[in-house]
């Protein structure tokens, strides 16, 4: 399977506190995708990173890619309590995404 | 901004009862997904669509179930014959071309008595 998996399962901070979350994935990706999943909601893209880039930015998300580690970071900095959700790394290889099991962020205010 | 839309939000039926759930993608997209997400797991792939036809399905996606595209802007998922383990959230998605971001609904819950 290339099924991403997140680390940790679960992470609670503190407003304005960073939020680090890491995927793993098995196989050879095109790129790899994070979404967010409010609870009960659908699920909403953040950024995705080719297999080729080893960094991105938007806003407060920074995604980093190591292809060699098959693994992907997602920071968020200074955490809002609007940011509790749950994250998911998705990965595609050809052409469908495979989603791994989340991590669970609660950002207390 | 364009959306995905989904019907019904919740459906409850009976084991054994056809389930048929809607969804309209964005217009100009391409690809289509169905999604699945049982409470508090994580989000399974079901199968995709192209070009009128199925290009690829996960092995839940048995021959209980079968989507199609009937008047060119519905996207449908029918389950025949429910079971409880159909119980989920089913999430539909499109993308305009093979590798970029979804587009997702906001889900149909199916519950399955």
């Known amino acids: 399977s290339q099924q991403g998996e997140e680390d940790p399962q679960a992470l609670s901070i503190q407003e304005g506190e960073n939020a680090t979350m890491n995927c793993s994935y098995k196989?050879?990706?095109?790129?790899l995708q994070w979404y967010r999943q409010n609870s009960g909601r659908g699920l909403v893209h953040l950024i995705l990173?080719?297999?080729?880039?080893r960094e991105k930015h938007s806003g407060r998300l920074r995604v980093t890619l190591d292809t060699s580690k098959k693994s992907s970071s997602l920071l968020i900095t200074a955490s809002r309590a609007a940011d509790t959700a749950s994250y998911f790394c998705?990965?595609?290889?050809?052409?469908?995404?495979?989603f791994g099991q989340g991590t669970e962020l609660s950002v207390k205010p | 901004e364009p959306e995905v839309t989904q019907t019904p939000s919740h459906q409850v039926t009976q084991m054994g009862q056809e389930v048929i759930l809607r969804c309209v993608p964005i217009s100009n997209h391409l690809y289509f997904y169905w999604y699945r997400q049982i409470l508090g797991q994580k989000v399974e792939f079901l199968v995709s669509f192209y070009n009128n036809e199925i290009s690829e399905k996960s092995e839940i996606f048995d021959d209980q179930f079968s989507v199609e595209r009937p008047d060119g802007s519905n996207f449908t998922l029918k389950i025949r014959s429910t079971k409880l383990e159909d119980s989920a959230m089913y999430f539909c998605a499109s993308i305009g071309y093979s590798t970029g971001e979804l587009f997702f609904g906001e889900g149909s819950r199916l519950t399955v008595l």
């Open positions: 998705a990965t595609d290889a050809r052409g469908k995404l495979i």
């Open positions: 990173i080719r297999s080729n880039e």
């Open positions: 196989t050879s990706i095109n790129n």
